[in-house]
């Protein structure tokens, strides 16, 4: 799945987007396991992160499935 970061995210990984192989379907905790995995401390921000997955926000238990484009969204301010 392609994996985008925005704002903070991007700025604590170093990256804008990766591709994260994965077998099967996850959850959204399983996702953020994956990325503490591969950007250590990154999990400090799942509380306050909205995940879309092929552009529609996630909803409650949803999977995310191989092929998918996930975007981790984390509240920003400004106008």
Do not use: C, K
Request: aromatic share 8%; hydrophobic share 40%; no cysteine.
């Amino acid at each position: 799945m392609t994996v985008l970061l925005f704002h903070t995210l991007r700025e604590y990984a170093g990256t804008g987007s990766f591709v994260l192989a994965t077998d099967g379907p996850m959850t959204p905790a399983q996702l953020w396991e994956a990325l503490e995995a591969r950007h250590p401390g990154i999990s400090r921000f799942a509380a306050s992160t909205r995940i879309a997955r092929n552009q529609d926000y996630l909803a409650g238990s949803e999977r995310l499935h191989p092929g998918d484009e996930v975007a981790l969204i984390p509240p920003v301010s400004g106008g």
